[in-house]
């Protein structure tokens, strides 16, 4: 075991203890959220065949990639229980290890560590995240949901087409000033949220692979929808979404969903992942629970 802060170890090209986490526990990811919003120590904890991205702040562990931006966290590489119970097992008495946003796998091969550690976890549940599991075809997955919500996705749309016109959906990356602007343009904690950080954090996630920026444009070609996404083989991964307040009446922010998930459907994409959140609309639109655990001790 060796611990270190060297970003380039081949360590991020092990397979994430938990399937299906997107790019969260990358390098990629992880680089930019240190860039722009680390804090402590960097603690890349590898093996042979395991990688834990952590870090340190005062006395406290925790994976690289803060709670509210990171929606999932894993341990890395077949070999990630024994590593976690060498790292636990070599800490200093009095370190508290807080590490949240495990979906049940990951959490397993984390308690599953620390108690090789000989030291007692706790594991509480953290929040859940919201993923949809897509049949092959647009008239399948309509016909998997609720008479009721069939019929309100097919009535915005409908909406919208009356109000602006046709929708199209595009993939820009070069538009995010537009994805900027109609996030500040909103009212409450979502209008303050795109500070000019912020904004320089979405720009450098840009430049993580699969990230994709798509948009719900006009016949004009305005913008009045927007996604910041990750796509991968087995599906999408929608991290966030904004959409012009003022044609919040012809439901944008709902059409771009719909969009998305077709175009998901279309190339054959079997999983749209909603992430973390409890919204009602997502489970309204296909999707099931899944928790995540946040797991705790002290050395």
């Known amino acids: 075991m060796r611990v270190h802060a060297d970003w380039s170890t081949e360590g991020f090209d092990l397979a994430p203890a938990a399937e299906a986490v997107g790019p969260f526990p990358g390098r990629g990811f992880l680089q930019s959220w240190w860039r722009h919003r680390g804090d402590g120590e960097v603690l890349l904890v590898e093996s042979a065949d395991a990688l834990l991205p952590l ?49 049940p796998e990951a959490a397993e091969v984390v308690v599953s560590g620390i108690g090789r550690a000989g030291v007692s976890s706790s594991s509480d549940h953290h929040e859940v995240a919201a993923v949809a599991d897509l049949p092959a075809t647009r008239e399948e997955y309509l016909a998997s949901l609720s008479s ?16 602006l016109g046709e ?48 948009l719900l444009t006009l016949e004009s070609g305005r913008a009045v929808a927007a996604a910041f996404g990750f796509e991968d083989d087995e599906g999408v991964y929608l991290y966030n979404s904004a959409y012009d307040s003022t044609v919040g ?36 639109l296909g999707a099931t629970r899944r928790p995540l655990t946040r797991v705790e001790a002290v050395r």
């Open 167 to 214: 929708p199209h959906l595009i993939r820009d990356r070069e538009r995010l000033a537009d994805f900027v602007a109609m996030h500040r343009s909103a009212e409450g904690r979502k209008g303050r949220f795109m500070t000019r950080e912020m904004e320089e954090f979405f720009a450098d996630l840009l430049q993580v692979p699969g990230a994709t920026l798509d």
């Open 55 to 103: 870090h340190r702040v005062g006395n406290t562990i925790r994976f690289l990639g803060g709670a509210d931006l990171t929606d999932y966290h894993s341990p890395l590489g077949p070999g990630a229980a024994d590593l976690v119970a060498a790292f636990v097992g070599d800490l200093d008495p009095g370190i508290r290890l807080d590490l949240d946003s495990l979906p």
């Open 249 to 284: 009446a012809a439901s944008p922010g709902a059409v771009l969903v719909d969009e998305l998930i077709s175009r998901t459907i279309a190339r054959g994409g079997r999983r749209f992942d909603f992430l973390k959140g409890d919204e009602v609309y997502k489970f309204r």
């Open 148 to 163: 009721k919500q069939r019929h309100e996705v097919r009535r915005k749309r409908r909406r919208f087409v009356e109000m």
